[in-house]
């Protein structure tokens, strides 16, 4: 028999294609009469994407600290999943989430080297009963995806990303943690090939999310 809820959440360096996969995955899904919501990390709620905003482009005089940041973005999830993620869940609703937990373990563990059993406690806490069932890891060598960022970031006006500026061995570090956590958690994270075009990747994400439907 076919599940109704689902939660499938989406991983990757930067600029790995993951919105785009997920736009796509959302028609599909409604095509075959599926209820789908579409989210966000940091964000989905008002309040969470205030946090969004000064985890992302925060410029004051006082710099943003790592445990602050880290707490910004566990208190920006803490009122993603109960109130959005949970009710969505509860309803039937399939839930496609661009960035998750993982990306916690991913920046703020590995990238800043923050202490990842504490960060891990932190991630239960801040998910409570909203566990992934799938999560797609969008996997590319990091100078491809800031590339593509890059070029997107072009078009937009007083682009500033925080996180997106930091130097390359962090971004290094972040790719080889969320390949650690796939080693890890097979059963639940599937790694593509980014670097893939949009059309077969998106092949390849039917597939799994068909598999997780049955
Ligand atoms: N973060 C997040 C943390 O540090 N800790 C956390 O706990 C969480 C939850 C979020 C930032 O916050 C950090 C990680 C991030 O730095 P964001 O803007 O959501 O910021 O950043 P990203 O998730 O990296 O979003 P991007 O939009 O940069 O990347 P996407 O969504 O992976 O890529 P997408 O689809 O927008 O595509 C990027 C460009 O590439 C093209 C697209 O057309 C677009 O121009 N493209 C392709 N080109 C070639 N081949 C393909 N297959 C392509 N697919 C897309």
Redesign the pocket.
Same mark, same amino acid.
């Given at each position: 028999m076919e599940r109704r809820s689902l939660f499938i959440t *989406?991983e #990757?360096?930067?600029?790995?294609?993951?919105? $785009? @996969?997920?736009k796509l995955l959302k028609e599909y899904l409604e095509s075959l009469g599926k209820t789908v919501l579409i989210t966000?990390?940091?964000g989905g709620t008002p309040l969470a994407e205030d946090f969004?905003n000064i985890?992302?482009h925060y410029q004051g005089e006082e710099p943003l600290y790592p445990a602050t940041?880290l707490l910004l *973005?566990e208190a920006?999830?803490a009122q993603h999943t109960r109130y959005v993620i949970a009710p969505a869940l509860a309803a039937g609703t399939i839930v496609l989430c661009?960035? *998750? %937990?993982d990306? $916690?373990e %991913?920046? @703020?563990g590995a #990238?800043r080297s923050l202490d990842m059993d504490f960060l891990q406690q932190l991630n239960n806490f801040a998910m409570a009963e909203c566990k992934p069932d799938l999560t797609l890891l *969008?996997d590319l060598p990091v100078e491809v995806?800031m590339e593509?960022?890059r %070029?997107?970031a072009a078009h937009i006006v007083d682009h500033n990303?925080r996180?997106?500026a930091e130097k390359i061995e962090f971004h290094y570090r972040v790719r080889d943690s969320f390949l650690a956590i796939a080693r890890r958690e097979p059963q639940r994270v599937k790694v593509l090939d %980014? $670097?893939?075009?949009?059309e077969e990747?998106f092949a390849a994400v039917k597939v799994l999310v068909d598999n997780a439907l049955s």
């Open positions: *989406f #990757g360096p930067e600029g790995a294609g993951k919105s $785009t @996969q997920i966000r990390e940091p969004r985890v992302k940041e *973005f920006a999830r661009d960035r *998750f %937990a990306s $916690t %991913a920046y @703020q #990238g *969008f995806g593509r960022a %070029a997107r990303d996180l997106e %980014a $670097t893939m075009s949009i990747l």
